[in-house]
């Protein structure tokens, strides 16, 4: 396949794509040009879904190719350059070269400013030159690389329509002209943000000239918004885009999406994009409009409201009448066949007529959602319109959260003039909480009100029957990223899942690059129709990057330390349900719906014993499901040597138990018939030199003291085993019996077996007291109270605090730890890895995702939340990359952090001084022990008596 253009330009750009020969112009993006040459289909994930351009603006992040050997490039940010090789990116199936290491990290520039504006489209430009003229020093990052945002958009100097410069172009180039003088900063992606304890506000982007650490008194967000598509069969194809991906490619590069083109959804944008694809010359295959907009009252108060505006509109229809394009109103996509040429079926909301359009590329767009991310992480409420999260904010634009203002459609749509007007707001208030004198002259609020009643007019013309998810197939795909259909977030619902987290532990729901940005709407109107309450703490809880980010970007030394950062969690972020608990009375009570809670529960169940188990938040919501499924029966570097508590002696004793509990996980996978994704890969431990080989073959010695094959082997054996390995590794303890486990499908199964055996799981009741009541105990709860015969308490990092209801201070404490997950690739390592020396752990899970641990330590914040520490990524992935340095060609995904259990290296089983029945069981190597401890609880609870090779474990030993 070749080009199309028949007006290539005099200085042409020539790329290569899949071996063909591209010609493009300069300031083309990659997404542009191949657009132009008529590829749709760039990229296919690892669930095997193809995929291409989609938002057009880099939060989808569904157009990723390789360019010059590097991996996961968005085409739609990324410009076009002479000789440039481009290929399609499969993400199972690295196509070319061997990952390699790259050039980082690149330095750090530290700026202190007062105001930092997030955002250089309306609303954060207009904040900018308010800020300046204010005599207010500001800062502007955006991660686009022109300013105006996408309402603003600049054309590039060999745009195809270059001669042609509408009243919006026009109207971009006078804000850009007011914005000269301001400091901003191009083509920053904005990856961290926290308001710290002093109040101020610490923010980390990557741009250009590196790495930008930002401290600032105050914060305007002026993000903009993302346009939400059709949720129908197909939208996920190659070919299908949002308007404003089709709006970017016909506005900025003068592009046309497609041969032809068919637009279709609900809002003026599309009867726009149809009128400049005409102007451009493109063909369109027709406009599909969900509402019936005419001439009524609506229309008479949008014109009253803004006559410039509704005239355009008007302009717009004109033109595609004289055209003679058929603009189908009251139709609807009901489904979409792969092409090419794609088949866009439609159908007649209100009646039952059908048509068929063959086309080469859909623009469609059913609504809006703000970009929350860091409004959430920066500590902002949100509350759930039509399913979609909108920060919370005044009628100033600021926030619940000191020092923080949100303008634009960053909190809600409302259009660039409303956009303008609330970014001039934003930053007087700003102002006037900074201390400036306000301004006087005509306030920005009256104009506000106009605006508003133009919004609200044109929306109630363009009003449309909302889709119903009840009518979806099974089969409709709703995290386009891991391929997961409604089917299976149904099944979640139907197996007990309450909130997007839940859903998301059962499915791999929002794992995805776009950290659920499009999977959010549709998963919540499925929880919605399943007659479950809607709240805003349903959502995934915000996580870092906000963006994926190149992890040899971030790959930064950090001090080593031992020991962890101990928390006592007493505050906890909490979801009330009113409703009582289904059971009052049963034999035994355990608190902790965790793995080891889980396995306790099925095992009391089997053994005759009424059970209930209850928890302050979902099956699996803490340590349970935020691990990384190691199976570990080597020690790590901390739980041996100098860096040990006592040695390690505790730690070394623990390792038998975790030999019989690995292989309790693998029996309980046969027989609950479930997939684990266990597999027995065995471990290496590596080293770098010659003092941490001595550690090893130490440390060798003492694990084989208690029945551990542990071999230390040279540079050769370590290198054949794991190929990537950096060449400085010299050698490696290797341990055959350790694994993985994906600890999501693993805990749900416990959850279920427990369940189909009798136990009652209760969740979202949090225990408030256990007291003794003659031979029973009364274990109170937000949902009423339980009276048992016995408690078992494997509440993790809390369970001290549960402790002190009965005047028991128990020796455990919380311990926050991060994750980080890499986006997938081919089989990178294909065992456990360790570090002799360095804070790491690391595999690879069954979808191609890695998994970077090794107790890096998190914070637990002020609300009770665990939560990453940007030192901690920077430093983990360093000793990540140092160990694999193929790692440095992937991106980072996500990270999260959970409540470790920090006791002293070992588990903790026993029988409560005074209370014997009441049993403490925590464990000190997390997802490994867990159904050993559990069992061996339900046990100890039941019958008084243990395993002999437990009797070490109890609290008699502090």
């Known amino acids: 396949m070749t080009s199309r253009r028949t007006d290539a330009p005099s200085l042409p750009v020539r790329l290569r794509f899949d071996g063909h020969e591209i010609v493009a112009r300069p ?13 749709t289909q760039l990229h296919r994930t690892a669930s095997g879904n193809a995929s291409g351009i989609f938002c057009g603006m880099g939060a989808c992040q569904d157009c990723l190719v390789e360019i010059d050997g590097r991996r996961s490039q968005r085409a739609c940010m990324t410009h076009v ?13 690295f196509a070319g070269p061997p990952l390699r290491s790259m050039d980082g990290p690149a330095p750090e520039t530290t700026i ?25 020093d500001v800062l502007v990052l955006d991660e686009r690389d022109a300013l105006g945002g996408q309402y603003f958009k600049p054309r590039t100097a060999t745009s195809r329509h270059a001669d042609r410069a509408d009243a919006q172009h026009r109207a971009g180039d006078a804000l850009r002209a007011r914005a000269a003088g301001v400091d901003v900063r191009s083509g920053h992606t904005v990856w961290f943000a926290r308001r ?25 967000l002026a993000t903009g918004a993302y346009e939400l598509p059709a949720l129908v069969p197909g939208w996920n194809l190659p070919g299908v885009m949002t308007i404003g991906a089709g709006q970017t490619l016909v506005r900025r590069y003068g592009v046309a999406p497609g041969r032809r083109t068919l637009i279709a959804g609900n809002g003026p944008l599309g009867l726009q994009l149809a009128a400049e ?55 609807q996509i009901r489904r979409i066949d792969a092409g090419p040429p794609l088949a866009v079926h439609l159908q007649e909301i209100s009646g039952e007529a059908t048509r068929t359009i063959e086309t080469d590329a859909l623009c469609m767009g059913e609504g809006f959602a703000p970009q929350a991310e860091l409004a959430r992480l920066l500590g902002c409420p949100v509350d759930l319109v039509d399913n979609v999260p909108r920060p919370r904010r005044a009628a100033d634009c600021a926030t619940p959260v000191p020092g923080l203002w949100i303008a634009g459609d960053a909190g809600g749509l409302g259009g660039a003039q409303s956009a303008l007007l609330q970014g001039e707001i934003a930053a007087r208030s700003a102002a006037a909480w900074l201390g400036q004198t306000s301004p006087t002259g005509r306030s920005p609020q009256r104009r506000v009100a106009r605006v508003q009643r133009f919004q609200a007019a044109l929306w109630q013309l363009y009003r449309a029957p909302p889709r119903a998810m009840t009518q979806a197939a099974d089969d409709l795909t709703i995290c386009r990223c891991e391929g997961i259909n409604a089917a299976q977030v149904r099944g979640a619902i139907a197996g007990g899942a309450r909130d997007l987290g839940a859903i998301k532990r059962a499915t791999r729901l929002g794992m995805g690059r776009c950290q659920g940005r499009y999977c959010t709407r549709p998963a919540l109107a499925l929880l919605d129709t399943a007659g479950c309450e809607m709240d805003a703490a349903m959502l995934f809880a915000p996580q870092l990057p906000v963006r994926p980010l190149p992890l040899a970007e971030v790959t930064v030394e950090k001090p080593e330390w031992a020991g962890h950062r101990e928390s006592r969690p007493a505050a906890r972020p909490f979801l009330a349900d009113p409703s009582p608990l289904r059971v009052t009375q049963a034999d035994l009570v355990i608190v902790g719906a965790g793995v080891t809670g889980l396995a306790a529960a099925f095992e009391a169940a089997q053994r005759g014993a009424s059970v209930v188990v209850v928890d302050q938040g979902r099956v699996g919501a803490e340590a349970s499901g935020g691990n990384a499924g190691s199976l570990h029966l080597q020690l790590l570097s901390w739980d041996f040597g100098a860096k040990a508590f006592a040695g390690g002696s505790a730690a070394l004793r623990t390792l038998a138990l975790q030999k019989r509990s690995i292989a309790l996980w693998e029996a309980l996978e046969t027989r609950l018939n479930a997939d684990f994704e266990m597999q027995v890969t065995g471990g290496l431990m590596v080293a770098e030199n010659p003092a941490q080989i001595d550690f090893l073959t130490r440390k060798a010695a003492a694990e084989a003291t208690v029945g ?14 794991v190929p990537h390995l950096s060449p400085d590794i010299v050698a490696g303890a290797w341990c055959p019996g350790e694994g993985k486990i994906n600890p999501l499908p693993a805990t749900l199964a416990l959850a279920r077996a427990a369940r189909d055996a009798g136990a009652a799981i209760e969740t979202l009741a949090r225990v ?15 949902r009423g109270a339980i009276t048992a015969a016995r408690v078992i308490i494997a509440a993790g990092g809390w369970s001290a605090a549960l402790g002190q209801h009965l005047g028991i201070d128990l020796p455990i404490r919380g311990a926050p730890l991060q994750m980080l997950v890499t986006e997938p690739v081919a089989p990178i390592l294909p065992c456990l890895l360790a570090h002799a020396d360095r804070h790491l752990t690391m595999k690879q899970t069954a979808n191609g995702t890695v998994l970077i641990g090794g107790a890096w330590t998190a914070e637990t914040a002020a609300s009770g939340q665990p939560q990453v520490l940007p030192d901690s990524i920077e430093g983990n992935l360093w000793v990540a990359r140092r160990t694999v340095p193929a790692l440095a060609g992937l991106s980072l995904v996500r990270s999260w952090a959970a409540m470790n259990i920090d006791i002293d290296g070992a588990p903790l089983l026993s029988a409560l001084p005074g209370h014997p029945h009441v049993v403490v069981a925590a464990t000190a190597n997390g997802f490994t022990l867990g159904p050993l401890m559990g069992q061996e609880a339900a046990t100890l609870v039941l019958t008084g008596r243990t395993a002999p090779d437990l009797a070490a474990f109890n609290l008699d030993r502090f």
Do not use: K
């Open 27 to 39: 300031g083309d993006s990659v997404a542009a040009a191949l657009a132009e040459a008529g590829f």
């Open 277 to 331: 694809l005409l102007a451009l010359g493109g063909t369109l295959s027709g406009v599909a409009e969900r509402a019936r907009p005419q001439m009524s009252a609506a229309l008479a108060r949008a014109a009253l409201a803004d006559p410039a505006l509704v005239a355009r509109g008007l302009a717009y229809r004109a033109r595609l009448a004289l055209a003679r394009i058929p603009v189908l109103q009251g139709w």
């Open 196 to 220: 710290a304890q002093d109040g101020q506000f610490q923010v980390r982007a990557l741009g250009p000239s590196g790495r930008l650490h930002v401290t600032a008194r105050a914060v305007i």
């Open 81 to 93: 350059r002479d000789g440039m090789e481009v290929s399609s990116q499969n993400d199972i199936r």
């Open 768 to 782: 408030t007291g256990i007291a003794a009541e003659g031979t029973s105990y009364r274990v109170e709860t937000s």
């Open 112 to 136: 202190t400013t007062v105001v930092l504006v997030i955002g250089a489209g309306p609303a954060g430009l207009a904040a900018a030159i308010s800020c300046r003229d204010l005599g207010v």
């Open 708 to 721: 551990i094959q542990t071999e230390v082997l040279d540079q050769a054996a370590v290198h054949a085993l």
